[in-house]
């Protein structure tokens, strides 16, 4: 029997393969690439992006019947909405508006495994960083249960995800992959120092991404300051309504220009520009399931110096000039790996963070995901819908 390639060629007397329908939940991800990058490196391969997920059984009368995969990444808002403020929790409580949407997620994939729509969540936190209460836990749970593959970006997820949603789930692990094209070309160091205002002839370390209190940005702060102003460190991103940014900027302000705190969101080519005027990014992190900073710092050049997490353990074995990983929670611990790491010579550095995001490629990353898709459509499910098959709103 002929097979068609997973690449989406074809191969002499092979038939061509065809085209699969993959929605998503969000369909794109405002401050984070990560989304949009995946769904290109699956277009490559043949599977067609058709917009969002509306988790719910009308939108599968409605068209989405059309599409072969539908595929969530961060589902809490399915559940919780869009809303914030302890105003919208209360009637979120009173008329039980998360536990119906629960109930409707569980439907809508139930429907969905009937039509042979292909049900995947990537899980990119095991649970909700600033805490899950028993509805997040009950859909989490409805996702797992009734998910055909469940993605995550690490064996040691992968493990996590067992421990706590059963030993038997299909789970399928990937890398993460690079950020290559997701951000502009960078200014050159002293320019986007001088851009940040960081002193142009000392080292600079940063904390990148949202602010928030699991990200531990405490203690990079407390490394740093224990490290006699021979070092400086930037941090910049949208606060967490959790998060006590008032406390840090305050800090910032007593440091005498150690510590520069940008409290907004980041554009691409401030991003870009802050991960150009490190030496390192520091990843100091209490809790972590996968790290698209870590991806985007080896992306635009620069190592990471992260916690002793399996997520951060497992990325940096075999990859020492990527960065390194200091004992969790102890900030001599990171100011000595800072230091051991800058000591490595830049030009080496940056020639082993190169050849890191060489073999990272998302069109390379994502082939274990597209063979276990076309495992599962080997041929064309019956369309029983008639009219365009249009991206599905």
């Known amino acids: ?23 998503s939940y969000p369909d794109s991800n405002p401050g ?11 277009a490559a391969h ?28 961060w589902p809490e808002r399915i559940w919780r909405g869009k809303r914030r403020g302890r105003l919208d929790r209360l009637v979120a409580w009173c008329t039980l508006r998360s536990a119906r949407g629960v109930w409707r997620l569980r439907r809508f994939l139930t429907r969905a495994g009937q039509l042979g729509i292909t049900r995947v969540w990537t899980v990119h936190n095991v649970a909700h960083h600033e805490g899950a209460s028993a509805i997040d836990r009950w859909g989490y749970r409805v996702l797992a249960r009734q998910s055909d593959i469940l993605l995550c970006f690490s064996n040691a997820a992968a493990e996590a995800i067992r421990h706590e949603y059963g030993s038997k789930l299909p789970i399928l692990v990937i890398s993460l992959g690079s950020y290559k094209g997701a ?3 960078p200014s050159p160091k002293a320019d986007a120092r001088a851009r940040f205002g960081l002193h142009a002839d000392l080292p600079v370390v940063s904390c990148l991404g949202l602010l928030r209190p699991y990200k531990g940005l405490e203690l990079a702060c407390d490394a740093v300051e224990s490290m006699n102003n021979r070092i400086q460190l930037l941090i910049g991103g949208q606060p967490n309504r959790e998060f006590d940014i ?22 691409n080519a401030e991003f870009s520009d802050a991960v150009a005027a490190s030496d390192a990014v520091v990843l100091p992190y209490h809790a972590v399931t996968g790290s698209g900073v ?59 963070i190169a050849a890191i995001v060489d073999d990272l490629s998302p069109e390379h990353v994502v082939v274990p995901f597209v063979e276990a898709l076309r495992l599962r459509h080997p041929i064309s ?3 029983t819908t008639t009219g365009p098959k249009g991206p599905v709103r």
Not at 1 to 21: E, K, N, W, Y
Not at 32 to 42: H, I, R
Not at 59 to 72: A, K, M, S, T
């Open 246 to 267: 008032d406390a840090l900027v305050a800090r910032a302000e007593a440091s005498h220009g150690r510590i520069v705190v940008l409290p907004r969101v980041l554009t």
């Open 294 to 352: 870590l991806f985007a710092a080896w992306t635009l050049g620069a190592g990471v110096v992260a916690s002793d997490l399996p997520f951060f353990r497992e990325m940096l074995d075999g990859r020492p000039l990527g960065g390194r990983t200091f004992r969790l929670g102890d900030s001599t611990a990171l100011a000595n790996a800072l230091t051991a790491y800058l000591e490595v010579p830049v030009d080496e550095r940056r020639r082993g």
């Open 1 to 23: 029997m002929i097979s068609a390639s997973c690449d989406g060629g074809t191969h002499a007397d092979q038939p061509a393969v065809r085209t699969l329908r993959l929605a």
């Open 381 to 383: 499910r019956v369309d």
């Open 32 to 42: 984070n690439p990560y989304v949009d990058l995946f769904n290109d490196a699956l």
């Open 183 to 185: 951000y502009p070309t």
């Open 46 to 73: 043949g599977i067609e992006h058709a917009g969002r997920v509306v988790p719910d059984r009308s939108w599968l009368d409605e068209g989405g019947r059309n599409v072969d995969i539908v595929h969530i990444h």
